[in-house]
């Protein structure tokens, strides 16, 4: 049996699987080795496992953000097989998870656009270059977060259509007090800002969302995309906003000549076929 994770900051994904099935699936709290403390890390995990039966694995494969040195993956490495009998434990990043989901073995590009973004050329068997996202502060361009700001920084000014923010100010406060509050005081910002992606979304038609939805996705393209070499390989893609977003994304990307390859909403699809093979 294996053992697959994907975990975000909001919620894990476990699934146990056999060689031909998938056994058992666990939705839990989230994890996060750079911005969660390793005690509720650590904890997580030995809650999912003790809800799991501990069984004894082949194989455990976790995939977490804020996988950034040698050291935090060696000590959940020794953590969970104090816990549980595995013969192989795997720990890699968000982005690893990404890119094994979309393109598997085979080269690729593989992009996450969610309440962030991100992208990396894989090679078949592991991330060969990066370009760095900078975090919804200095990137996460395309992302759900840089939406929002980029619709909530108009709001403040009085640059949305009449009709658009009379819609918003009856489902949000649109008071500047009320837009700070939710950026600056707020526990987590970016999904503060991500939030927004529906609404904005929903009026789509609108030629001024439409404007900002497309130059937001558009920047990433130019960006972040086109610092790989798009003209060979296709750029796969994860996450909730570019797979609701898919006709307009893969629009963009023809503009732009870039070739689009599968779409996966949640990567733990992706790494269920990855670890089946």
């Known amino acids: 049996m294996k053992l697959i994770i994907e975990a975000g900051a ?35 995990i030995s809650q999912a496992l003790e809800e799991l039966g501990r069984p004894a694995l082949d194989g455990l494969y976790l995939y977490t953000a804020g996988i950034v040195t040698p050291e935090v993956s060696s000590t959940l490495e020794s953590s969970i097989r104090e816990l549980i009998k595995v013969n192989e434990v ?66 403040i000014k009085g640059l949305v259509p009449e009709s658009v923010a009379a819609d918003f100010a009856s489902k949000y406060d649109s008071s500047y007090e009320g837009i700070v509050a939710l950026v600056y005081r707020s526990e987590a910002p970016s999904a503060a800002l991500g939030s ?40 796969g893609v994860v996450g909730g906003l570019g797979s609701a977003c898919r006709d307009i994304f893969c629009r963009l990307c023809t503009e732009e000549g870039v070739r689009t390859g599968s779409f996966e909403a949640l990567p733990i699809n992706g790494l269920l076929k990855y670890h089946s093979i």
């Open 10 to 44: 909001t919620k894990s994904d476990w699934r146990l699987i056999s060689e031909k099935e998938e056994l058992q699936q666990k939705l839990l709290p989230g994890m996060n080795v750079s911005t969660m403390s390793m005690e509720h890390n650590l904890g997580v």
């Open 90 to 155: 795997e720990i890699k990043d968000d982005l690893v998870a990404a890119a094994r989901s979309v393109c598997g073995r085979e080269p690729g590009i593989a992009a996450i656009l969610g309440t962030g973004s991100n992208a990396c050329f894989w090679d078949g068997s592991s991330v060969s270059f990066k370009a760095r996202s900078g975090g919804y502060i200095l990137g996460d361009e395309g992302g759900g977060a840089c939406l929002g700001k980029l619709f909530l920084a108009d709001i």
């Open 196 to 235: 927004l992606a529906p609404f904005i979304l929903s009026h789509y038609s609108d030629p001024y969302i439409k404007e900002l939805v497309d130059g937001n996705f558009r920047s990433f393209i130019r960006r972040s995309l086109k610092r790989y070499d798009t003209a060979r390989y296709p750029v």
